[in-house]
């Protein structure tokens, strides 16, 4: 598979509210602040997300500012509709609530601004986890190929932060604490990624794209009793490395950070070894933002881009290529080999 670019993207989360600032805060390994009486600063408080507001509106609102920075590139595209397809967050019925909202929302900031109307008549959204940016990637390229539009918007989004979510992961022993140090810290993010089969003011190809379900990968780890065994894993990256020829330079991992999931990266890289990087380069959203649920794939495609492509001023040489992966905690895997695009 070949000739699926990113021509443009927007994300919001807490370390910062556009792309560049939030993943410029990530690279910096900024992961927490603290207010302090004694020293003398200004700040500035997010009318977006009140510290009260349940999953759904976090979600919501963090997918309005992601959105925002998308527009001026919908705008300048000068077409009559643009296809959406969403990642959406899991349980199904709570995705499918979200689905409904955004795409009355996003209509509603896309004739605001004067964009293209959103068309959420095909395909729609995928329920599938961490994995879902990749599956709906997949749904972007069948509508690119079949239905012949120019440009599809994929977005991801979701909120693991707000009270009634983070007492459900306590309650399942899920969250980190001394008694739990293999547990995640919740997060949340949202990400837009504007893609077609033009390399015009592309920002990134996507060399390879697939995903799959073993769901008996993980049918043990949620009951607590899990022994790793990378064999979902292990399969994706074969499938991911057909075709392709020496090493990708760097791993990007849409995880939580834990001990199990360390376990399933180590086997399936040891079993693909020849297609990891050498030195292994390793990155992980959980280590910078925590659990972000459902838009884990796609902050992990943007922490490759920007690497893929780092600004000059922090002197640092570009990576070529990148393998991009996210798992769901029922076993859907997906995962995607980039290239850099040299701008």
């Known amino acids: 598979m070949n000739g699926l670019w990113i021509n443009a993207v927007g994300m919001a989360g807490p370390v910062g509210l556009y792309s560049a600032a939030a993943l410029a805060a990530m690279r910096a390994g900024l992961t927490q602040f603290e207010l302090d009486d004694e020293i003398d600063f200004s700040i500035s408080k997010s009318s977006y997300l009140e510290p009260g507001a349940s999953r759904a509106q976090r979600t919501l609102a963090l997918m309005e500012i992601a959105f925002a920075e998308m527009l001026r590139a919908l705008v300048e595209l000068g077409l009559t509709s643009i296809p959406l397809v969403l990642a959406l967050p899991s349980p199904e019925e709570h995705g499918r609530t979200i689905q409904a909202q955004a795409s009355k929302a996003l209509s509603r900031m896309s004739a605001e601004n004067g964009a293209p109307p959103i068309d959420v008549s095909n395909r729609g959204g995928v329920v599938a986890g961490r994995a879902g940016t990749m599956h709906a990637l997949s749904l972007a390229r069948e509508l690119l190929d079949g239905d012949k539009v120019p440009f599809v918007l994929v977005g991801a989004m979701d909120s693991l932060v707000d009270s009634v979510t983070v007492e459900q992961f306590d309650r399942a022993g899920l969250l980190l604490s001394p008694e739990s140090p293999d547990g995640r810290i919740p997060g949340e993010a949202a990400v837009f990624l504007l893609v077609s089969n033009e390399h015009r003011s592309a920002r990134a190809q996507i060399l390879a794209l697939d995903h799959l379900q073993h769901p008996e990968s993980f049918a043990a780890y949620l009951h607590g009793q899990a022994s790793a065994h990378a064999r979902g894993l292990t399969e994706l990256f074969a499938r991911l490395s057909r075709g392709l020829d020496g090493r990708v330079e760097g791993v990007f991992s849409g995880q939580p950070h834990g001990e199990f999931w360390g376990r399933e990266f180590s086997y399936a890289y040891l079993r693909n070894a020849p297609f990891m990087p050498e030195p292994l380069y390793h990155r992980d959203v959980g280590a910078e933002l ?47 080999v980039l290239r850099r695009v040299s701008r």
């Open 290 to 336: 925590g659990d972000v649920g459902a838009a884990a794939g796609a902050v992990a495609i943007l922490q490759a881009m920007d690497e893929l492509n780092p600004s000059p001023r922090l002197y640092l040489a570009p990576r070529e290529t990148a393998l991009v992966y996210a798992v769901s905690d029922r076993g859907d895997f997906g995962g995607c």
